[in-house]
């Protein structure tokens, strides 16, 4: 080869490479998001987490003005689409709508896909839920404590559907028996629609859920509520006791839902998120509309959504262990 030849082909490559190098650039400078966003939910479709993450995402969707798509990626505790989006690339196009069940899965999984605490990035908290505890109308119980008394009288008889095992629903059912002793046979469904079908047909005696899975059901008869999982009466069933009005003092249970990113992503793109969330989650008048689906509002920064699942990790663990629950 000459050496003009030589200097022709280097100065090509060299130009090509600056080329190369300003559209990297030019396409890492791009507002963010210039392309659709998905939205990872690990739970099955019909829930009331379903519903108020399509409400959020297309909150999302007007402000970003870019499709926001909710992917519902239900199956072992929610581990299933956690692993998803923490496996993702760490550019915020891939995010995750998580629930409290999230502070679960670190101890009642001996080894996870993921680390919950370095692999994902919190974003921010925006709603919170109680759970109630149903019943199907063939169970001979209006009150828990008629509940309590009947599961006593009649050991082995009652099972308690949930929405899969290690999820917040079935860890819940686990602290009511410990606290209360409650007996009955917890059944693992894939997601709480399907728990909800059974429950509505008999095919299990209780259901622990949301007031927006259930709620409707309630209005009808099809299902007789009992209790309310918190401190303070649900704000969509005000007339129903709680569990800790029911005898079982200091009984405090919600599920909350909270947006994050995989690890990695950066500081700023997070804040950035975070920011034109809170904005979709006020400007779309979801923070009122929270009441007909049963939830509350509960807004965060990331740094504070870091340190809840920090403490109700640690809380939940001391369940599992004393439980001595395996979800593996």
């Given amino acids: 080869m000459t050496k003009r030849r030589f200097l022709g082909q280097l100065g090509a490559a060299l130009v090509a490479g600056?080329?190369?190098?300003?559209?990297?650039?030019?396409?890492?400078?791009?507002?963010?998001?210039?392309?659709?966003?998905?939205?990872?939910?690990?739970?099955?479709?019909?829930?009331?987490?379903?519903?108020?993450?399509?409400?959020?995402?297309?909150?999302?969707?007007?402000?970003?003005?870019?499709?926001?798509?909710?992917?519902?990626?239900?199956?072992?505790?929610?581990?299933?689409?956690?692993?998803?989006?923490?496996?993702?690339?760490?550019?915020?196009?891939t995010l995750l709508m998580i629930s409290s069940t999230?502070?679960?899965t670190p101890s009642a999984y001996s080894k996870l896909p993921y680390d919950t605490f370095t692999d994902l990035a919190p974003i921010g908290l925006f709603a919170r839920s109680p759970f109630i505890l149903a019943v199907?109308?063939?169970?001979?119980?209006?009150?828990?404590?008629?509940?309590?008394?009947?599961?006593?009288?009649?050991?082995?008889?009652?099972?308690?559907?949930?929405?899969?095992?290690?999820?917040?629903?079935?860890l819940t059912y686990e602290l009511l028996k410990a606290r209360a002793g409650l007996q009955a046979t917890a059944v693992a469904y894939k997601g709480s629609n399907?728990?909800?079908?059974?429950?509505?047909?008999?095919?299990?005696?209780?259901?622990?859920?949301?007031?927006?899975?259930?709620?409707?059901h309630v209005r009808t008869g099809k299902l007789r509520p009992?209790?309310?999982?918190?401190?303070?009466?649900?704000?969509?069933?005000?007339?129903?006791?709680?569990?800790?009005e029911s005898g079982i003092a200091d009984f405090d249970v919600s599920v909350w839902f909270g947006?994050?990113?995989?690890?990695?992503?950066?500081?700023?793109?997070?804040?950035?998120?975070?920011?034109?969330?809170?904005?979709?989650?006020?400007?779309?008048?979801?923070?009122?509309?929270l009441g007909t689906l049963g939830m509350e509002p509960l807004v965060s920064s990331p740094a504070e959504f870091q340190e809840l699942l920090r403490k109700d990790a640690a809380k939940w663990a001391q369940v599992v262990k004393s439980a001595n629950i395996k979800f593996d």
């Fill in 136 to 170: 199907n109308p063939g169970v001979p119980a209006s009150t828990m404590e008629e509940l309590l008394r009947y599961a006593k009288e009649n050991p082995g008889k009652l099972n308690v559907g949930h929405a899969g095992n290690g999820t917040m629903a079935h």
């Fill in 18 to 93: 600056f080329s190369l190098g300003g559209a990297a650039t030019a396409s890492a400078q791009a507002p963010f998001p210039n392309k659709p966003v998905r939205i990872i939910l690990p739970y099955a479709a019909g829930g009331g987490g379903d519903q108020f993450t399509r409400l959020f995402a297309q909150a999302l969707s007007d402000v970003w003005q870019q499709s926001v798509v909710v992917d519902n990626r239900p199956g072992a505790g929610a581990t299933i689409g956690t692993n998803m989006v923490a496996k993702a690339p760490p550019d915020g196009y």
């Fill in 259 to 289: 947006l994050m990113a995989p690890g990695g992503t950066p500081p700023a793109l997070v804040q950035k998120i975070h920011a034109d969330a809170q904005k979709a989650f006020t400007a779309s008048g979801i923070a009122a509309r």
């Fill in 226 to 244: 009992l209790a309310a999982t918190t401190a303070k009466r649900a704000t969509a069933m005000p007339d129903l006791p709680t569990i800790a």
């Fill in 194 to 216: 399907p728990a909800l079908v059974d429950a509505l047909s008999g095919q299990v005696d209780m259901i622990i859920d949301t007031p927006a899975a259930i709620g409707q």
């Fill in 102 to 104: 999230i502070a679960v």
